[in-house]
């Protein structure tokens, strides 16, 4: 697991961190996380932007690799950050908001008690239902990225090990119901794209969250299924808010810069001085 950290505040950020998540084949270096990265640094947070198995320019040294649900690394992560910050805020992008927000409730008796909150955007949060959105024509540019830039991974993947034909078969696929199933599924241990959605998909363990969390996905975020606006559960929730605006698209929320930063950075800094727990 690579973490990457911003240079500045080391001194003036002891207590308090901040720990951003990419979405699908995003890294550290996308400007996205960068530009949430800055806003977090100008406000006197110590910034770590998490690298998800694989991400950061290498192989990771695992046969598997990163998954929607993989926390595991997260967890590691977590329990080391909290033996150094007293404090420590997560921000979560697409893919990478899905694993923070499933990790928050899967099982809460592991969560640090130095992990204060969570802001998690344009999330997928019912993996299934998303796949069969990516299906639509509207979508098919963006599928057809995401497998291209997925089987490249696999090409460096079999180069590491040879017994595993990792891209075989992989550039023709159109859909995650095709990729999940011959790939995701198996090499993490999953009998079938259909039961990887399943454990995976973080609706089903946000009730059980406990700190304060906040979910913003757009209403016109091309990606996402009715079922990843949880309404009710945010209605009924002590801890876990859903924002639903209007326009954002998927990771794509506009407004012009004030204050140094737009406006989703801004929400997820007001959100989390909001819930008044840190200092």
Not at 101 to 108: I, M, R
Not at 132 to 153: G, T
């Amino acid at each position: 697991m690579d973490v990457d950290w911003t240079t500045e505040n080391g001194d003036k950020a002891q207590k308090r961190c901040c720990l951003i998540l990419h979405g699908l084949e995003g890294h550290s270096r996308a400007p996205y996380v960068k530009a949430m990265a800055l806003a977090f640094m100008k406000a006197s947070y110590a910034v770590g932007a998490l690298n998800l198995r694989g991400c950061s320019g290498e192989p990771n040294r695992l046969k598997r690799f990163y998954h929607s649900g993989d926390t595991e690394g997260l967890a590691h992560i977590l329990e080391s950050l909290s033996d150094r910050y007293e404090d420590i805020y997560l921000v979560g992008f697409s893919l990478g908001g899905n694993t923070a927000l499933k990790y928050l409730g899967e099982d809460v008796s592991r969560v640090p008690d130095a992990v204060r909150g969570a802001v998690a955007l344009s999330v997928p949060c019912d993996l299934g239902s998303v796949a069969d959105r990516l299906v639509e024509k509207s979508n098919a540019f963006y599928m057809k990225r995401f497998i291209k830039l997925l089987c490249a991974k696999l090409a460096e993947k079999e180069k590491c090990y040879p017994e595993y034909r990792y891209e075989a078969g992989c550039r023709p696929m159109r859909s995650f119901h095709e990729f999940d199933e011959v790939y995701t599924a198996p090499l993490n241990g999953f009998p079938s794209a259909e039961d990887y959605w399943s454990q995976c998909s973080c609706v089903r363990y946000l009730e059980a969250i406990d700190r304060p969390t906040l979910l913003i996905n757009a209403r016109n975020d091309p990606f996402l299924s009715d079922a990843c606006f949880p309404e009710r559960i945010a209605r009924d929730h002590s801890y876990f808010h859903l924002e639903i605006p209007d326009t954002g698209g998927h990771c794509g929320f506009p407004g012009r810069k004030r204050e140094g930063a737009y406006w989703h950075a801004r929400r997820a800094l007001d959100f989390l001085k909001s819930c008044g727990v840190y200092k």
